[in-house]
């Protein structure tokens, strides 16, 4: 059995093996780019506002002191 004295300059070798560092690096990557397309939003389209010219607001109609029914205000019995 391994004591940890003995286990440290192996684990200093499998580290340091450039295989091991790139598989490391590509797995690193690789789950930065999935979380980065589960996160992604498509921004709405902007669209331009178009200028429309507003019509002039139609004159308010006046009342005459002829015409009105019951809501006319007047005490009339």
Do not use: Q, W
């Not at 391994?2 to 590509?26: G, Q, Y």
């Amino acid at each position: 059995m391994m004591n940890t004295h003995d286990f440290l300059p192996v684990i200093k070798a499998v580290l340091s093996d450039k295989r091991v560092i790139i598989t490391a690096v590509i797995v690193f990557v690789f789950i930065d780019l999935c979380a980065y397309i589960v996160r992604y939003r498509k921004k709405p389209k902007v669209t331009k506002a178009k200028k429309t010219i507003a019509a002039p607001a139609p004159a308010p109609a006046e009342k005459t002191d002829g015409e009105g029914g019951e809501d006319a205000g007047g005490d009339e019995e």
